[in-house]
């Protein structure tokens, strides 16, 4: 099957920020942990309310930061081999802006 690779500026019509590369089957598989990590949500939330082993309940909470984190390099692999890549290439002004998101990104989502 091959994968299709969808383009898009910088900026949309209401002003947020864009991908400038998105793989389509990568998207697919994002959204469709997101769904998964939004019913195990929903799931903690019924834990609680039942009074469920408090052990337990923080089992299934490591499972979804374990499942948020791969959704999570997912999405910096597919920024590195898009976004940055094409700022990096554009020259040194977007390349120097680029280098700083990404550091910034690395500290910040290292905690």
Same mark, same amino acid.
């Given at each position: 099957?091959?994968?299709? +690779? +969808? ?14 590369? /998105? ?5 697919? *598989? ?17 834990? /609680?309310?039942?009074? *469920? ?49 990404? /550091? ?8």
């Amino acid at each position: 099957m091959a994968t299709k +690779t +969808t383009r898009s500026s910088k900026h949309d019509s209401a002003g947020g920020r864009k991908a400038v590369g /998105v793989d389509a089957d990568r998207k697919d *598989r994002n959204l469709r942990r997101l769904r998964r990590i939004e019913g195990q949500v929903r799931g903690l939330q019924k834990m /609680v309310e039942e009074d *469920r082993y408090c052990a337990d309940i923080m089992t299934q909470i490591a499972s979804v930061h374990e499942a948020l984190r791969a959704v999570g390099r997912e999405l910096m692999r597919n920024h590195l081999k898009h976004c940055a890549t094409s700022a990096i290439r554009s020259g040194a002004g977007d390349a120097d802006a680029m280098y700083d998101e990404l /550091v910034d990104m690395m500290y910040k989502h290292s905690r």
